[in-house]
């Protein structure tokens, strides 16, 4: 890899530090929102009999940070990411897993952003003061729902871009 100005340094920097928090803040939101759920008799989604028959409002409340800040590192890390890319006119030829590392951010993408606009309600609904959790419980529904087992896929995909960054396989020798 030839040498990178130090503004392509910067956004690098700024673009794995900010995917790192991502990946972790993610998670994080994932499991926080599937322990809200227990499984019927017809595999359907239920609201966990502690949360039953309690007010949700400040348990959802306290989503907010994690729903926001996955939110916002998710956009600097795209943000970033591709500046790097555009200013660094490193070869993707030569870097097989820099390569494979933008495919899998790629693939990921439009499902990400999708699941990332039903964040974006939620966090519209706790900050509009919302009494509605009802409303917002069935987002979250929706969020696991819709996509299925994308989300875990999607982490196993991420967590594998620094095993690729660290080992650099499929780099051409000069």
Sequence with gaps: MHRLSLLSKIFLTI????????LG??????????NFFD???NNSLILKSALSN????????ELLPVLTFSLISYIVF????????????????ANGWLFISIMIVLICLPFEVFLSLKDYKIINLIMSGSNNSQEMIEIIKSRITALSSFPIVSII???SIFILLVFKPLTKKN
């Excluded at 803040?25 to 599937?34: C, D, N, P, R």
């Excluded at 309690?54 to 409340?61: A, C, E, W």
């Excluded at 990411?81 to 993707?92: G, N, Q």
């Design 15 to 22: 673009a794995l530090a900010s995917g790192t928090l991502w």
């Design 25 to 34: 803040s993610y998670t994080v939101k994932l499991f926080s929102i599937y």
């Design 39 to 41: 499984l019927d008799q």
């Design 54 to 61: 309690v007010d949700l409002k400040p348990v959802i409340f």
């Design 78 to 93: 795209i943000v970033f990411s591709a500046a790097f890319l555009f200013l660094s006119k490193i070869s993707l030829k």
């Design 157 to 159: 995909l991420h967590y």
